[in-house]
């Protein structure tokens, strides 16, 4: 049983006043380091492929993807919020032959994302865990981690969001669903220039 990487890069990104994911941190565009941590886990087997959901006309995001190998699909309507990324996104894996059995969800604006902790929830999920897995950072267990995988029984779950609520809105309402898996770190997004500045910072 192998996942099928989706990651959500549609944002709007309106807080970063740029173009959050073209935005450098440690010499290269935040969503590169996202696309390697995917394309790594692609490379080990442990996803047996890559689709990203992105911002209708984005061709400099796209063209970074594409050239990674990771399937491209675009949202004409990413300002109605991140629900409709993601139905977009579980919607055009259906279509993929064969099927995956789970989506393993990542973020484009946590660059940070650890491979270790992909790996882990992965792991928990091959294991029988249960229908939805997600990480628990030690440094923000309060948060709701990503990447977060769902079965693909699962995956309706999302149907019933809108505008900006995120999985955690469904998942808030079926709780006996999620299995958190424990890992070392923090994951944090980056709204604003200053969270990509606080990502060297040493925790406090």
């Known amino acids: 049983m192998h996942p099928h990487a989706l990651l ?11 173009h959050k994911l073209l935005a450098l941190w440690r010499g290269r565009p935040i969503l590169s380091h996202v696309i390697a941590t995917i394309t790594t886990l692609r490379d080990r087997g442990v996803v047996s492929g890559a689709t990203a959901v992105v911002q209708g006309g984005d061709e400099q995001a796209a063209g970074l993807l ?9 949202n004409e309507h990413s300002d109605a919020g991140i629900a409709g990324s993601l139905q977009l996104g579980l ?31 992965v792991r928990a999920w091959q294991l029988g865990s249960g229908a939805v897995v997600r990480p628990r950072y030690s440094d923000a267990p309060d948060e709701p981690g990503h990447p977060v995988l769902i079965d693909r029984d699962a995956w309706g779950l999302a149907e019933r969001l809108t505008g900006d609520q995120g999985l955690g809105r469904a998942l808030s309402q079926t709780p006996e669903m999620v299995v958190h898996v424990d890992v070392d770190g923090a994951n944090p997004d980056v709204d604003t220039p200053a969270d990509l500045s606080r990502l060297d910072s040493p925790p406090r």
């Open 66 to 74: 594409r050239q990674a190998g990771v399937r491209v699909i675009w």
């Open 91 to 121: 919607r055009a894996l259906t279509t993929l032959t064969p099927q995956p059995d789970a989506a393993l969800i990542f973020l484009a604006d946590q660059p940070a994302a650890p491979l270790d902790a992909a790996e882990e929830v």
């Open 8 to 18: 959500l890069a549609a944002g709007t990104g309106t807080r970063f006043g740029s």
